[in-house]
T-cell receptor
């Protein structure tokens, strides 16, 4: 389909492992957002890209979290040395630059750190 | 700071009942306000939005009015259907910046 896709849908990691989560935004969407959603909570903003530029990373919880979007399309969220508190659903959303208030969300990647 | 507080669930209603899900916000300036919905097994979808005071957002029979004086954006529907069963999230976006702030979500179950 033409929506936002994310992979993998589920990831189980042992504490201390590195993980990489992928987001494919809707074609032509300049803006891309990453959110973290803990169980029973609403999404919390992590970072924002406009094309390949990461304009806001104020929500990244620690320096173990790193995101990139090198060609202004696909984005990867990397978590190094995962901890149990990193267990959450990671959501990606994209939007047109001129309509940032209408975000299209992907299905999310559910990360479980054991 | 910026935050959203919404009514805790879960909420269970009979079909055709009236729905209200309360949402209040704290924000600097005049944010835009949103309701997102997440149907079972699906991703978040924008339900409705309002960008300035006294604006009413509406979609699929749902309505919410931006009330600056009470800093509220309550979601209402006159007659719910089983297909409305979902989790509803209230959110705000500051007038400057890119961050959205979401509430914790309210789970709604509508029974026939």
């Amino acid at each position: 389909g033409a929506g936002v896709s994310q992979s993998p849908r589920y990831k189980v990691a042992k504490r201390g492992q590195d993980v990489a989560l992928r987001c494919d935004p809707i074609s032509g969407h300049v803006s891309l957002f990453w959110y973290q959603q803990a169980l029973g909570q609403g999404p919390e903003f992590l970072t924002y890209f406009q094309n390949e530029a990461q304009l806001d990373k104020s929500g990244l919880p620690s320096d173990r979290f790193f995101a990139e979007r090198p060609e202004g399309s696909v984005s990867t969220l990397k978590i190094q040395r995962t901890q149990q508190e990193d267990s959450a659903v990671y959501l990606c959303a994209s939007s047109l630059l001129t309509e940032q208030e209408t975000q299209y969300f992907g299905p999310g990647t559910r990360l479980l750190v054991l | 700071g910026n935050s959203v507080t919404q009514m805790e669930g879960p909420v269970t209603l009979s079909e055709e009942a009236f729905l209200t899900i309360n949402c209040t916000y704290t924000a600097t300036g005049y944010p835009s306000l949103f309701w997102y919905v997440q149907y079972p097994g699906e991703g978040l979808q924008l339900l409705l939005k309002a960008t300035k005071a006294d604006d009413k957002g509406s979609n699929k029979g749902f309505e919410a009015t931006y009330r600056k004086e009470t800093t509220s954006f309550h979601l209402e529907k006159g007659s719910v259907q089983v297909s409305d069963s979902a989790v509803y999230f209230c959110a705000l976006r500051r007038i400057t910046g890119n961050q959205f702030y979401f509430g914790t979500g309210t789970s709604l179950t509508v029974i026939p």
